[in-house]
């Protein structure tokens, strides 16, 4: 599966942690990032990470773009919901391609948690089913 992981500056560290705890499942799949979050979440856990453009530069429209596409399965973004962001309509859209083209979206550590251990059970395979569709 294709995941993509973005984070917020004040939630980057929440984003990091998460990635070295489920390292393991990460893993086995393909994962991009925006440029800042992905540089920091690839040194911590040597993860090969595809980079876009940071987020407020246009890296959440290039995963928007991947969205759009059906060319991304999952979205991790941990938003800081008190902080308000230059990009904020960027956000946005990126949240309502996800909702457009039914990927899963998980925007803090709880909802991400069940995502990815839902993942590892299986549990979007449909994802899967839909690309052998093409």
């Known amino acids: 599966m294709k995941i993509a ?7 980057k560290d929440n984003l990091i ?3 070295i ?12 990032a925006t440029g ?18 940071s987020g407020p530069l246009g890296g959440d429209q290039q995963i928007g773009a991947m969205i759009a596409n059906n060319d991304m399965d999952m979205v991790f973004f941990f938003r800081d919901p008190l902080t308000a962001q230059p990009h904020e309509p960027d956000v946005m859209a990126l949240v309502r391609l ?3 083209y039914h990927i ?9 948690e ?21």
């Open 5 to 11: 992981l973005i984070a917020h500056d004040r939630k």
């Open 104 to 112: 899963p979206l998980a925007t803090n550590m709880g909802t991400a």
């Open 17 to 19: 942690q998460f990635a």
């Open 36 to 53: 800042t979050t992905g540089t920091m979440i690839e040194a911590e856990t040597a993860l090969p990470i595809t980079k876009f453009r």
């Open 98 to 100: 996800c909702d457009l």
């Open 21 to 32: 705890a489920y390292r393991d499942i990460l893993k086995e799949h393909d994962l991009y």
């Open 114 to 134: 069940i995502l990815l251990k839902g993942l590892q059970e299986g549990f979007v395979d449909w994802r899967i089913l839909e690309e052998r569709r093409k």
